[in-house]
């Protein structure tokens, strides 16, 4: 006989260990809040949906008008509103969609793939900034070439800078992203890796 | 929920104890950790307790909340100290029939399992208490060739820790 199926005998007969609870712990214990990871990426894609929307109020209309940016800021800001709305509702039926007694690998997929909206939203977002500091550079090098008679839109340095702040900015704020994620789902990946991997 | 269907929940879960206190020894190392994954799972089994249809027997659909509790949703954090403060009626277990080769043979499977991976912790647990494959593999949402592969491998490597 199997050695392990030698230890079922012991396993079976097993005491549990010296914890034992009562009906009055029970009521306690399912009537706490729940800290599960499908409750922290809940609450962060909230606060990041959050933080990214109210960001289209901050913007200074004047000083836009003033580089004649008003037509592209205000394509930009509905834009923005729309991707929110659209991603805010995938987001919200995704979660919705996540259920503790679906299988292993299900349940994995849909806490992945709620993540997955939530920075899809941040790429685009990003990308939208990624093209208004290029713009703002361009119409900002605009006025200034007109009022100082030089020429900074033709000056490749100029675009090199640019470019180089805008992908550090977006590389750090992507970088930062990351990180969070990372660590929150680290565990999570890994074992969905492990359970998707086909053996047959 | 309503306080019926509460009450008949805390009996549910009263009656399967053990096999949630298997799952969280199994997933945890310490006392503190234990009782935090086992809070969590009870919270989880009461949020999906209204939509439990009875298709499948309670401690089936227990088993799987529980394990995906444990693999996917638990986060090891620092409540232990408020989770403690909560259970004043612990009781100890009084062992009548007290058989020192059995429990340090469990003794012995808890350490060797603790050296797996949550999956093959789910599997060991599942073979443990005898599952068929058939629900091992829509518990963990694999085909049965797989999952059968994956024992396997599983056990061989139980088997390493064990007699190393």
């Known amino acids: ?200 | 929920m309503n306080k019926e269907l509460e009450n008949k929940f805390v009996k549910d879960i009263l009656a399967n104890q053990g096999i949630i206190h298997k799952i969280c020894r199994a997933y945890t190392t310490n006392d503190d950790a234990h009782k935090d994954l086992f809070q969590e799972i009870s919270i989880q089994l009461y949020k999906a307790y209204p939509k439990f249809r009875g298709e499948s027997k309670f401690s089936t659909w227990m088993y799987r909340v529980a394990l995906n509790t444990a693999i996917s949703l638990y986060r090891k954090n620092k409540r232990s100290i408020q989770t403690s403060e909560l259970f004043d009626n612990l009781k100890e277990l009084e062992f009548k029939d007290y058989d020192d080769t059995k429990d340090k043979q469990v003794e012995m499977l808890y350490k060797a399992i603790h050296n797996l991976n949550d999956i093959e912790k789910a599997l060991c647990l599942m073979y443990l208490d005898d599952k068929p494959y058939t629900e091992i593999a829509e518990t963990l949402g694999i085909t049965e060739v797989n999952a059968r592969v994956k024992m396997n491998r599983t056990k061989t490597k139980l088997k390493k820790i064990l007699n190393p």
């Not at chain 1, 004649?68 to 930009?76: A, I």
């Not at chain 1, 995704?94 to 806490?111: A, G, P």
């Not at chain 1, 941040?122 to 007109?146: E, F, K, R, V």
């Not at chain 1, 805008?166 to 565990?187: A, E, H, S």
């Open chain 1, 1 to 200: 006989m199997d050695v392990l199926d030698n230890l079922k005998d012991a396993w079976k007969d097993q005491k549990s260990k010296n914890i034992q609870f009562t009906e009055s712990d029970i009521y306690k214990m399912m009537h706490k809040k729940s800290s599960s990871i499908v409750k922290w990426i809940f609450y962060i894609s909230i606060i990041e949906f959050v933080i990214l929307f109210t960001s289209n109020f901050f913007i200074d209309y004047d000083e836009m008008k003033e580089l004649g940016m008003q037509n592209f800021v205000t394509v930009l800001v509905t834009l923005s509103f729309i991707v929110g709305v659209v991603f805010v509702t995938l987001f919200y039926k995704n979660y919705k969609n996540i259920c503790v007694s679906d299988s292993t690998k299900k349940l994995m997929n849909d806490i992945l793939k709620t993540k997955k909206i939530v920075s899809t939203y941040i790429i685009i977002q990003l990308i939208l900034a990624g093209i208004t500091i290029i713009w703002s550079a361009y119409a900002t090098a605009q006025s200034y070439d007109l009022s100082n008679d030089e020429h900074l839109l033709n000056s490749t340095k100029f675009w090199i800078i640019i470019t180089i702040f805008t992908i550090f900015m977006l590389g750090v704020f992507w970088l930062f992203y990351q990180l969070l994620y990372g660590i929150l789902l680290k565990r999570l990946k890994k074992n969905y890796k492990e359970l998707s991997e086909s053996l047959e």
